[in-house]
């Protein structure tokens, strides 16, 4: 019976849905811009595209399960043999769901079941099971081609929650929802609101323009007042997938390759998540990181890179440090307190000093 009504309720919303996209209420706003999924030159069957009103799976009657209630148009396995009925003349919806099944993935093909209709996030709740979907990121009915985050809710780096038709620029705001404050968060990951904090000693550009004057490695067109986003970093390993942390080869679903073990040689492929924006040359040639120690040899990047075989994530944070200029945040299964049970970096003008104990070398004594 509760079923039943559940239907009659959603037909009529159906209808008085499509009589308002009628009178273009919904349109008001942007007056010239209509959402991709409710053009029609775009997806020729408008709500029916993904909803049938008797027949729906799923708590919102879409066509298909709700995890895979976008592949019919945005799946290349399954695209073709729909094209002709669903998706416009000249239309080519990107396909999402090869990255999606990647090794390194949002886990939307096994996780969309705990997506609620209507939730609010961040969890609060430490039991709730994790969860993404395509329709956390993206609202199907609002998304245009300027703006795919259009029409959802987001929480900003200083925490709090706010409903605006957000911009691409502010990505983050999304991620937040999920990779922030959430009590369910991971014990393996980090608090990723908290590690953009443009309060912090140091910090990638997400948020703000970075605090260093210069950073001779940068490759251009990037300069100290760019900007970066998440997804300059993170997305599929493929660069001609479409856009967005979907999935990757790369763990944690990463454009391009970066290691984190010890003790191997040097490559450009090793640590291409980084020289892709940092130029190799500069760094290898200790451009910044140059210092000497008591006899007189140099240990700057070279030296612990290629040399000492360190991997960058030895002594760097990829996204933030609130402690410690120059995003360092040193790896505590490889860096542990020197014999003065010190563990520190210190970084006063020009002079660099670091407290630690690191492939058996006493630092700062
Ligand atoms: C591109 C796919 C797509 C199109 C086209 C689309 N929808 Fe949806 N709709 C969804 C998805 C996905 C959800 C579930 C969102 C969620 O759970 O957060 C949804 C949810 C809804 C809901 C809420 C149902 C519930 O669970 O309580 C209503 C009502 C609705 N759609 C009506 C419409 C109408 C009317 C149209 C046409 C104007 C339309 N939709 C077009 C994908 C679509
Ligand atoms: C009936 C086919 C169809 C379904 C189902 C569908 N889409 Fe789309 N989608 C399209 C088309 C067509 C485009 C525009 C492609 C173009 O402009 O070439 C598009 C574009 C997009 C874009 C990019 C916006 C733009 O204008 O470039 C996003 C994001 C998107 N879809 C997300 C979703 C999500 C999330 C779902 C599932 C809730 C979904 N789509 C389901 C047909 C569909
Ligand atoms: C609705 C929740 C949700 C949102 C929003 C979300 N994520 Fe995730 N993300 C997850 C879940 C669930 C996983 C699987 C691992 C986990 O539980 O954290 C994940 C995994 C990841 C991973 C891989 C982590 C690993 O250790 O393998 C990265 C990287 C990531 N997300 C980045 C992002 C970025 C960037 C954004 C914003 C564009 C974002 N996420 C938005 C839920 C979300
Ligand atoms: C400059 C490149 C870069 C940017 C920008 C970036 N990341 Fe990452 N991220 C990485 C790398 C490299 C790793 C893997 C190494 C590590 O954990 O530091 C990673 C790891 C992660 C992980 C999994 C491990 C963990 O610490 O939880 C998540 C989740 C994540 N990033 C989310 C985000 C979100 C959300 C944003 C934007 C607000 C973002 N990243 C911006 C490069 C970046
Ligand atoms: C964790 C958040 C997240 C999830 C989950 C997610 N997306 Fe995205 N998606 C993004 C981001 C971020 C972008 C990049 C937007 C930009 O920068 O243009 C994007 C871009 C897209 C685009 C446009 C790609 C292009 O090259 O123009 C499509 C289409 C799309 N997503 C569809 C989907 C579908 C379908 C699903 C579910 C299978 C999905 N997304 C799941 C975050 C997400
Ligand atoms: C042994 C610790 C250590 C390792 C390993 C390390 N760095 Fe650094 N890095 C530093 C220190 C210390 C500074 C600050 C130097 C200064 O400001 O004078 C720095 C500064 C930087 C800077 C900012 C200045 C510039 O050169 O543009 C970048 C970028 C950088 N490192 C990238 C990397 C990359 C990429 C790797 C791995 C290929 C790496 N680092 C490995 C310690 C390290
Ligand atoms: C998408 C481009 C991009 C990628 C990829 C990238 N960086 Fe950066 N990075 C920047 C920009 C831009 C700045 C300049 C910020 C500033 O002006 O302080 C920067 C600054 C830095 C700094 C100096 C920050 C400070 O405040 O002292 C370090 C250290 C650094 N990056 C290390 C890395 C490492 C390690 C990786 C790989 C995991 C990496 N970067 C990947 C764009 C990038």
Redesign the pocket.
């Known amino acids: 019976m509760e079923a039943c009504l559940k239907k009659i309720f959603f037909i009529t919303a159906i209808i008085l849905f499509f009589f308002a996209f009628s009178l273009s209420i919904f349109r008001a706003d942007a007056l010239s811009i209509v959402p991709?999924?409710a053009d029609r030159t775009?997806?020729?069957?408008g709500c029916g595209?993904?909803h049938i009103p008797h027949k729906g799976k799923g708590p919102s009657l879409l066509e298909k399960e709700r995890e895979m209630?976008?592949?019919?148009?945005?799946d290349a396995v399954i695209e073709k043999k729909?094209k002709t009925d669903?998706?416009?003349d000249?239309?080519?919806?990107?396909d999402?769901y090869t990255s999606i099944r990647k090794s390194s993935n949002h886990p939307v093909l096994t996780t969309t079941k705990y997506h609620k209709f209507g939730e609010v996030l961040p969890e609060t709740d430490i039991t709730t099971p994790r969860h993404a979907a395509?329709?956390d990121?993206?609202n199907?009915h609002v998304?245009?081609?300027d703006d795919?985050f259009k029409g959802l809710e987001g929480v900003t780096v200083a925490g709090s929650k706010k409903i605006k038709r957000m911009k691409i620029s502010n990505e983050s705001e999304i991620c937040y929802k999920c990779h922030g404050d959430s009590a369910n968060l991971p014990a393996n990951q980090k608090n990723k609101r908290l590690e953009f904090l443009p309060a912090n000693a140091s910090y990638h550009p997400v948020e703000d323009v970075g605090k260093r004057t210069t950073v001779p490695s940068l490759r251009k067109p990037l300069t100290i007042s760019s900007t970066i986003t998440c997804s300059d970093c993170h997305g599929d390993d493929d660069q001609q997938a479409a856009k967005g942390p979907h999935g990757s080869n790369f763990a944690p679903i990463l454009r391009y390759n970066y290691a984190t073990d010890d003790n191997q040689p040097e490559s450009y492929y090793r640590y291409e998540s980084c020289y892709r924006c940092h130029d190799r040359n500069s760094i290898l040639a200790d451009e910044s990181f140059k210092v000497t120690n008591s006899s007189a040899q140099l240990r700057g990047h070279n030296y612990h890179i290629v040399t000492a075989k360190t991997s960058c994530y030895a002594c760097h944070n990829s996204h933030g440090s609130a402690r410690y200029k120059d995003l360092i945040d040193f790896d505590k299964t490889i860096v542990v307190p020197n014999q003065n049970g010190r563990l520190d970096y210190v970084h006063e003008g020009n002079v660099i000093t670091c407290y630690l104990k690191c492939h058996n070398k006493q630092h700062g004594l």
Do not use: E
């Not at 775009?42 to 069957?45: A, E, P, T």
């Not at 209630?69 to 945005?74: G, L, V």
């Open positions: 991709t999924h775009k997806v020729k069957k595209g993904c209630s976008c592949a019919k148009c945005h729909v669903d998706i416009g000249g239309k080519n919806p990107k999402v395509c329709f990121c993206h199907a998304l245009t081609t795919k």
